[in-house]
Every structure is written in C-alpha cells, then in structure tokens.
C-alpha cells in the first residue's frame, strides 16, 4: 500500500526540539488521515515521559508530541537513541459496518471478474477484493463518503506483470470509522479529486482504466484497515447496495446500482426527532 507520492502531499517527519537541553520529540502528521506510530527507545542513564516502547495514534494535519526524554542523574554520562515504523491510518479503527454504493453509475451493471479470496490475487491481506469489470474509462462513483488521502495518477502501463504492482493509477478514501476505501488501476489521469479533498458518496472520483499488474481493464476496489505500525493492513468484507438487496458481491455475478439512492436506506427521522445526531465526516 503505497503512501502518497511526492508532489502531492508530504509525508510523516519526526521533530526534535531541545528544552533546557532535553529531548522533546514530535510527530509531525501533514497527512489527511491519521498515522499510527511505534517508537523503539533505548539508552542509558535515562527517564523517558513513557514506556521505552510504545505505540500512539497521531491524528491527520497534526504536531504531537511523542515523548520527551532526560538524565536519570544529572551529573552521570546519559545517551539515547531510538527507531520507529509507521503506517498510514489508526490501528485502533473499528469498522462500523456501513453499507456501500456500488462504485459506477446508477442504472448501470457490471460484473464481478475476481472476487474474496479470488486465485489470481486476492489472497492473504487482499482476501476481501473486489474486480468489477469496467472497461477503461467507465465514471467511478465514491462507495462511501469520507477524505480524499492518496491519489497517484500518472502511470500508463499496465499489464500481467507482478512488478507492476506499484505501477496502478488509485484514489484512496479515509471514512469517518478510520476505514479507507481504496480505487485502483485508473486510467492516466484518472483522478477528479485532490488530496484533501472533500467527497459525498455517489460522487464521481475518477475514471477507471488498465494500469498497473492487471490481466485487462478493471476497476480493482477495496476497504482496509491498518492493523500495525511495521506497515501490516487487512481488508474488510462490505455489504453493497444492489437491485438483489444488500449483499456481498460474489465472483461471476453482475450487480446493478439501484437508480433510486433512497430507497434502501432507513426512513428518514421525522420532525419529531430533533435529538438525532448530525452526520458524522
Ligand atoms: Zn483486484
């Protein structure tokens, strides 16, 4: 799972200030989704604000201090050095079972060519991807509202290739669960959204196309969650919103978009519930 790339926005940066000459070292997070971070500290002669080993969630476009560290004795020799690993988005994130939009046009059906646990690679952390089969340039729709983190979308290769696996135009989406929704192989230039960005559901992103290690044009879609700070994430089954009703998609099976976005979502709260609590991004 590739960050975002140079040029779009910069990545996560230890800063180490000193304060009447000790240690304080902050995370800087200029990322629109939060980062989970794990820090390693060792030395000698040394008392640290936390544990020598501990894990914290930063949260999106934040300065945060990590620790600070001093002397035990102040007159002994001290010395301190530490390692860290991070990954984008909270370990700690639970999904909260949203139901998602089919990801093109309503009205429109289209296929699903590689399914969970589909052989060609949708296995282990892929187990629960999908491959709808849109041919290049089909308008890709939001499946769930959220922020726009990642967008990579000048590649133009794509073929049957395993180290093209890098090599895929996509647009990843934080939900408001720490959930991401992940939209790959786009055409070059594919994106309609920017890093930062804003987007509703049912909204169109992007365009899908042929890049990167694929066996033909399609839309590759999935939702993870970070699951460790050494960089480990795992993908998530989702509930669809269909003309079958909700269901999981299966390998094999063509799907439509419902034309009606309302009609399988709860009635809305009358004028009576003013308690109901806003929606929340
Ligand atoms: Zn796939």
């Known amino acids: 799972m590739a960050l975002a790339q140079a040029g779009s926005v910069a990545l996560p940066q230890l800063r180490e200030t000193r304060v009447l000459g000790n240690p304080y070292v902050f995370v800087q997070n200029p990322l ?4 989970t971070f794990e820090f390693d500290i060792r030395g000698i002669n040394l008392s640290l604000s936390r544990e020598a080993k501990f894990v914290q969630v930063f949260p ?3 300065l945060s201090l990590a620790f600070w560290a001093k002397p035990t004795q102040n007159n002994a020799p001290w010395a301190f050095s530490y390692s860290w690993h991070y990954i984008m988005g909270d ?4 999904p909260d079972g949203s139901v998602y939009d089919l990801p093109f046009a309503p009205g429109q059906s289209f296929g699903i060519n590689q399914g969970y646990d589909g052989a060609f690679s949708h296995q282990g952390k892929l187990e629960y991807a999908l491959d709808f089969a849109l041919p290049e340039g089909t308008p890709i729709y939001a499946a769930r509202e959220g922020v726009v983190v990642a967008v990579e979308s000048w590649f133009h290769i ?3 290739d395993p180290s093209l696996q890098l090599c895929a135009n996509y647009i990843t989406i934080l939900h408001s669960d ?17 890093v930062g960005d804003s987007v509703e559901r049912g909204e169109v992103i992007g365009y899908s196309g042929n890049t990167g290690y694929t066996s033909g044009p399609h839309l590759h879609f999935h939702v993870y969650r970070a699951t460790s700070p050494q960089g480990s994430w795992q993908t998530l089954p989702t509930l669809f919103k269909t003309s079958l009703g909700l269901t999981q998609l299966a390998q094999g099976v063509s799907y439509t978009r419902p034309e009606n976005k309302f009609s399988l979502e709860a009635p809305r709260p009358s004028a ?3 308690s ?5 991004r």
């Open 158 to 160: 794509g073929k049957i």
């Open 60 to 62: 999106a476009r934040s």
């Open 276 to 280: 109901t609590p806003g929606k929340l």
């Open 178 to 194: 720490g959930t991401f929704a992940y939209y790959a192989h786009l055409r070059f230039g594919g994106s309609l959204v920017k």
């Open 32 to 35: 629109y989704a939060p980062v």
């Open 272 to 274: 009576m519930g003013s």
């Open 91 to 94: 370990i700690n994130a639970v």
